[in-house]
């Protein structure tokens, strides 16, 4: 069983910086692929980040420059580190985890989080 664990979220002022972790528990493997999505109230869930098991990384273009990706493979933990934080990125965050990297990048991971709120005020 598989589970997977966000933390890190809260409320920062525009400007602000954050750092989410998601703890995988169960059995992931290294050739995993992972991501960050999130969903603010009212939208759909979109996509923020996304890393394959060879570290290879893609961001969305509103969050490409502000935010990074990573990944811990002996803590089996993923980060994403979000600077310049602005109001539009308030939303729920949630990591996702799957052997296809696809699936990962078309939002229909297998494995899904609960979710870390993250408030930018202005």
């Known amino acids: 069983q598989v589970q997977l664990v966000e933390s890190g979220g809260g409320s920062v002022q525009a400007g602000g910086s954050l750092r989410l972790s998601c703890a995988a528990s169960g059995y992931i493997y290294s050739s995993f692929s992972m991501g960050w999505f999130r969903q603010a109230a009212g939208k759909e869930r979109e996509p923020v980040a996304v890393?394959?098991?060879?570290?290879?990384?893609s961001y969305a273009i509103s969050v490409k420059g502000r935010f990074t990706i990573s990944k811990d493979n002996v803590k089996n933990t993923l980060y994403l580190q979000m600077n310049s934080l602005k109001p539009e990125d308030s939303a729920m965050y949630y990591c996702?985890?799957?052997?296809?990297?696809?699936?990962?990048?078309?939002?229909?991971?297998?494995?899904w989080g609960q979710g870390t709120q993250v408030t930018v005020s202005s």
């Open positions: 890393i394959d098991s060879d570290g290879t990384d």
């Open positions: 996702a985890a799957d052997s296809s990297r696809g699936r990962v990048m078309s939002g229909v991971s297998k494995h």
